[in-house]
């Protein structure tokens, strides 16, 4: 079974840095795509960044490019998300998600970022 | 990266289908064959219900289905059931790794 953890949330100041980690288990982690996705309070989905198996290709949002970096530690079976100068419309639940199909099959249970 | 349009919410007794509609552009949705659609419901984290248009992962009801004409995907439930209330969000691939969510639909189950 597919498992994803989300870990790294919690409230920080507008300006300020955070780093999530997702840790994977359940699978081939070095043969999996993997991505971020947000969702603000009340709102809805927003795909944040994608990292290929390799770690060789990332893309970002527009909203975050140039702030957040997508890494992944493949011998660690985690993918990372540095998030720096935060702002306030940062705030939201944090998902990690595997890529199958270009589509996200399974899910962390997310972790909440506050920028406050 | 506009967000593809989905309706606000749609309702349904159950037993009866309803239909949710997802439209992008030529460069999204019109563009590619990677359409997937996800179930949410409060305080839990999604789960993917259709993914290539029309494909069901192991485990979704076949009251679930999947669509696609032009620039715009659908989203049918047959014989609602109670259990489908619940947001629903469709996501396209954009092209150059890059994907994007509608804005959600609530459905509500009468």
């Known amino acids: 079974e597919v498992q994803l953890v989300e870990s790294g949330g919690g409230l920080v100041q507008p300006g300020g840095s955070l780093r999530l980690s997702c840790a994977a288990s359940?699978?081939?982690?070095?043969?999996?795509?993997m991505h971020w996705v947000r969702q603000a309070p009340g709102k809805g989905l927003l795909w944040v960044s994608y990292?290929?198996?390799?770690?060789?290709?990332?893309t970002y949002a527009d909203s975050v490019k140039g702030r957040f970096t997508i890494s992944r530690d493949n011998a660690k079976n985690t993918v990372y998300l540095q998030m720096n100068s935060l702002r306030a419309e940062d705030t939201a639940v944090y998902y990690c998600?595997?890529?199958?199909?270009?589509?996200?099959?399974?899910w962390g249970l997310g972790t909440l970022v506050t920028v406050s | 990266q506009s967000a593809l349009t989905q309706p606000r919410s749609v309702s349904g007794s159950p037993g009866q289908s309803v239909t949710i509609s997802c439209t992008g552009t030529?460069?999204?949705?019109?563009?590619?064959?990677?359409i997937s659609w996800y179930q949410q419901h409060p305080g839990r984290a999604p789960k993917l219900l259709i993914y290539d248009v029309s494909l069901r992962p192991s485990g979704v009801p076949d009251r679930f289905s999947g669509s696609k004409s032009g620039s715009t995907a659908s989203l049918t439930l047959s014989g609602l059931q109670a259990e489908d209330d619940a947001d629903y969000y469709c996501?396209?691939?954009?092209?150059?790794?890059?994907?994007?969510f509608g804005g959600g639909t609530k459905v509500t189950v009468l």
């Open positions: 998600a595997r890529d199958r199909s270009y589509s996200k099959d399974s």
């Open positions: 030529s460069s999204d949705v019109g563009a590619y064959n990677y």
């Open positions: 359940g699978i081939t982690f070095r043969n999996n795509w």
């Open positions: 990292i290929n198996s390799d770690g060789s290709t990332t």
């Open positions: 996501c396209s691939y954009a092209g150059t790794y890059t994907w994007m």
